[in-house]
């Protein structure tokens, strides 16, 4: 004699996680590609500096990403 058990929460949940994992990992790249762009890891030293710090080379903190991409946008 044979048991059989069935979720149909379990067995949805498991077929949602599939349909998404391209998704998820499409998302997943385009954050590695992101963090590792030069101007965003600049973005993130100069946000790191204290204000004294900015100040010496002229910026203020709300300056900071249009001064990282001022030859690319204009914000």
Known sequence: MAHTLSNPVVATRHATDILLAPFRAIGRFFILVMENNSRVQ??????????????????????IVHHVFRDLYYL
């Not at 600049?42 to 300056?63: H, P, Q, T």
Request: glycine share 4%; proline share 0%.
């Open 42 to 63: 600049m973005v993130e030293r100069l946000n790191a500096k204290s204000d004294a710090e900015l100040a010496e080379i002229g910026l203020k903190r709300d300056e």
